[in-house]
């Protein structure tokens, strides 16, 4: 049992949940991608019964009977849902406002990761935007 909650970019939606945790998971599949416009994202698995939402929440079939939550104002995706898994929905955990309240547990769809993600350690690091490209490596 345990009390999330999040929010998107604008803050016109919110979301507050209490209850088990039923996935901890990094997806890597392609749609996500798309989706998110992000090279992967993380997913905290809830019973979907127990989450409660503020604001208005349109979304988009990806596929038959999967649907991608989002904020009609700012566009932060907010969720995944599928007539799969019907009594389950899957928040993005970019959108908590506890950051440090998920860690993943698996990572799935490994056939589809972006290949540079097992190098991202090993890439220089720093603070500001102001970096000098260099010759871009093939994975
Ligand atoms: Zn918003
Ligand atoms: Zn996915």
């Not at 503020?54 to 907010?78: I, Q, W």
């Not at 959108?95 to 097992?118: F, G, H, I, K, N």
Request: hydrophobic letters at 30%; aromatic letters at 10%.
């Amino acid at each position: 049992m345990v009390k999330l909650s999040g929010r998107c970019l604008c803050r016109a939606v919110s979301w507050t949940y209490s209850g088990p945790i039923t996935r901890r998971l990094v997806c890597h599949c392609e749609s996500c991608q798309r989706a998110t416009s992000s090279p992967f994202t993380a997913f905290v698995g809830l019973d979907s019964k127990h989450v409660t939402w503020t604001g208005e929440v349109n979304h988009y079939e990806s596929s038959a009977g999967t649907y991608r939550g989002f904020c009609p104002t700012c566009g932060s995706r907010l969720y995944f849902r599928s007539e799969k898994w019907p009594n389950e929905i899957h928040l993005h955990t970019a959108t908590l406002d506890v950051p440090e309240d998920y860690t993943p547990d698996a990572q799935v769809v490994m056939s589809e990761r972006q290949c540079w993600l097992s190098k991202l350690d090993d890439v220089p690091k720093y603070e500001g935007f102001h970096v000098t490209p260099t010759e871009a490596e093939q994975c």
